[in-house]
């Protein structure tokens, strides 16, 4: 392998995993691998995956799935990581792409997957043209993490892109996304930044069989990859943490102004609930839980009183 023959896969999880319209993805997968000269497979946990593409192809192909960073395909949610051949990938997040290096290192933030292949792209070149028959990870060790990242981002700068996904997150974990009192978590946050700011959150997220909670390896993952490593649903996790958030600070997780893009990325819990009500998908995932209701004509109070039940871990529909 050299920097000039990198190849790149994308794999897609079913965020809740159920297998309505999996089969129909399925076979959409392998149509969209065909017209890419890709091979369709699945991988060890059975998720449909793609490889054999280019950096190129990839931007190309996302929209030809119908996804972005997150979709929607019918009643669950999509996610998709990008893999490289080294150990880099980039997960699809609700307001971009994640890239990590080596098993779990966040590395930087990019907007579009453009921008997160570069940064990978980048990332593999520079290890490929320095390294001396080390694994990337020893490689990076040796080296010193913040002295590679400065080499492969400072390259990405001077291609003159001053968008945001060629820059690094500058607060003290990694992460593109501050939290103060008051604010409501998401995945993307990490782990000890929560703790930092809700300190009661600790047990909760260990009686979750979140172990990993007070230990060196909370200052470098993100509740979505904590809950990952332990075979938990993020969004259940996520949807209790802002409810006990809402209480205590007399906020509303979901209101009538809540965008369906929220419920989407944050929230697909709620699919089913919103589903009971015969709620109608909209094309425009800016449209309100409000609006969404009056089309219906159905009561946007009782919806939002479905919607708290099941966050705070009622029964599932």
């Known amino acids: 392998m050299t920097a000039d023959n990198l190849s790149f896969s994308i794999v897609i999880d079913f965020i809740p995993d ?6 129909d993805f ?17 991988d060890q946990k059975h998720r449909p995956t793609i490889g054999g593409l280019t950096a190129e192809d990839i931007p190309k192909l996302l929209p030809t799935l119908g996804l972005s960073a997150f979709g929607s395909w019918p009643s669950c949610i999509l996610t998709c990581t990008i893999q490289a051949p080294l150990p880099i990938h980039s997960i699809g997040m609700s307001d971009g792409w994640d890239v990590y290096v080596g098993k779990k290192t966040f590395f930087a933030f990019a907007q579009f997957p453009g921008d997160a292949l570069q940064i990978m792209v980048k990332a593999c070149t520079y290890y ?13 060790h040796e ?33 593109s996304l501050p939290l103060k009192e008051g604010d409501f978590v998401r995945p993307e946050h990490n782990i000890m930044q929560v703790i930092e700011v809700y300190p009661d959150m600790a047990p909760f997220l260990m009686e979750y069989g979140m172990s990993c909670v007070g230990c060196f390896v909370s200052y470098d993952e993100t509740i979505w990859q904590g809950a990952q490593s332990h075979g938990l649903d993020v969004f259940e996790i996520i949807g209790e943490m802002n409810e006990y958030i809402a209480d205590k600070y007399h906020k509303k997780v979901i209101s009538e102004d809540t965008p369906i893009e929220d419920i989407l990325t944050l929230y697909p819990q709620l699919l089913a609930v919103l589903q009971s009500f015969a709620l109608d998908m909209p094309s425009d995932m800016k449209t309100t839980i409000g609006e969404m209701c009056s ?7 009782d919806v939002i009183a479905k919607c708290d039940d099941r966050l705070r ?4 529909m």
Do not use: C, W
Not at 144 to 168: E, I, K, Q, Y
Not at 295 to 301: E, F, I, L, T, W
Not at 313 to 316: C, D
């Open 313 to 316: 871990g009622a029964a599932e």
């Open 18 to 23: 159920i297998d309505e319209g999996r089969q």
């Open 26 to 42: 399925t076979q959409k997968m392998k149509e969209t691998a065909a017209l890419y000269h890709g091979s369709f497979s699945l």
């Open 295 to 301: 089309k219906a004509g159905v009561n946007a109070d």
């Open 143 to 175: 080296m010193g993490f913040d002295a590679f990242r400065d080499a492969v981002l400072g390259n990405a700068m001077d291609t003159g892109n001053s968008s945001p996904a060629n820059t690094m997150a500058d607060d003290s974990y990694g992460n």
């Open 128 to 140: 490929l043209n320095h390294e001396q028959f080390q694994p990337l990870e020893d490689f990076i």
